[in-house]
């Protein structure tokens, strides 16, 4: 088992900058990648970004691509995501998830399903 616990949700103003946090506990030996997807009220959970554990391959949504960049701390398997230039419609709740199935050269796993594990999520509310 892996738990993930996620940090760093609020609110702020659009244009403002904002660092989520997700710290992996657990059985992490082995970790393949770790993601963000967001969900906001009434949409379905969407792809943010994903790194990969062993190279730091980082890939984005077009959404966010340019404005937010993850990055991981292997010692203290966590993992991050700077978000600049926010805005309103960055509104929802973030997760973070943690896959440790099996590697796929090339593949970037920016879908639900390949991930095993998930946060509790934290809110992130940008106001205009």
């Known amino acids: 088992q892996v738990q993930l616990v996620e940090s760093g949700g609020g609110l702020v103003q659009a244009g403002d900058s904002l660092r989520l946090s997700c710290a992996a506990s657990?059985?992490?030996?082995?970790?393949?990648?770790m993601g963000w997807f967001r969900q906001a009220p009434g949409k379905e959970r969407e792809f943010v970004g994903t790194?990969?554990?062993?190279?730091?391959?980082?890939y984005y949504a077009d959404s966010v691509k340019g404005r937010f960049t993850i990055s991981r701390d292997t010692a203290k398997n966590t993992v991050y995501l700077q978000m600049n230039s926010l805005k309103p419609e960055d509104t929802a709740v973030y997760y973070c998830?943690?896959?440790?199935?099996?590697?796929?050269?090339?593949?970037?796993?920016?879908?639900?399903?390949?991930?095993?594990?998930w946060g509790q999520g934290t809110q992130v509310t940008v106001s205009s």
């Open positions: 657990g059985r992490t030996i082995g970790g393949v990648a």
């Open positions: 998830a943690f896959r440790n199935s099996f590697a796929v050269p090339g593949y970037a796993y920016t879908t639900s399903r390949d991930y095993d594990y």
């Open positions: 790194i990969k554990w062993s190279s730091g391959f980082t």
